[in-house]
C-alpha cells in the first residue's frame, strides 16, 4: 500500500512554475506534521517546507524563502508545494512526508518523517 503519492513535476525553464500534490491515506495524512524534502544528485536530502496540520507557521528552507508556499487540503488528505520563479538550483527529486507532530517545531529534518512517497522529478533549466 502506498501511502504518499506525489505528483506535478515535470521540466520548466528558469523562471516558471510549478505546483507539486502529495495525496496521503487517511491513516498517514493523521501525522500532523507534512513536508516536502528535495534531492539532487550526489547531495544529502534536504528539508524544503513542512507544516502543521492544525496551523502555526509554517517552515521554509532559506533557499526557496519567497518563492514557495507550502498548504494543505485537510478534507482531500492533500499536500502542496507551490513553486515560483524556479532557478536551475532547484533541480531535485522532490519528496512529500509525513511525520509527528514534533517534528514542525523544527527545521524538518529527514529522521523526523516516517513516511515517504516516491518522489516528483523537478528540472529546471536556464
Known amino acids: 500500500q502506498v501511502d504518499l503519492v506525489e505528483s506535478g513535476g515535470g521540466s520548466v525553464q528558469a523562471g516558471g512554475s510549478l505546483r507539486l500534490s502529495c495525496a496521503a491515506s487517511t491513516v498517514t495524512y493523521s501525522r500532523n506534521c507534512m513536508g516536502w524534502f528535495r534531492q539532487a544528485p550526489g547531495k544529502e536530502r534536504e528539508g524544503v517546507a513542512s507544516?502543521?496540520?492544525?496551523?502555526?507557521?509554517?517552515y521554509y528552507a532559506d533557499s526557496v524563502k519567497g518563492r514557495v508556499t507550502i498548504s494543505r487540503d485537510n478534507a482531500e488528505n492533500t499536500l502542496y508545494l507551490q513553486m515560483n520563479n524556479l532557478k536551475p538550483e532547484d533541480t531535485a527529486m522532490y519528496y512529500c512526508a509525513a511525520g509527528s507532530g514534533p517534528s514542525c517545531w523544527f527545521p524538518p529534518l529527514p529522521s523526523g518523517f516516517a513516511s515517504w512517497g516516491q518522489g516528483t522529478q523537478v528540472t529546471v533549466s536556464s
Open positions: 507544516m502543521h496540520a492544525f496551523g502555526g507557521r509554517p
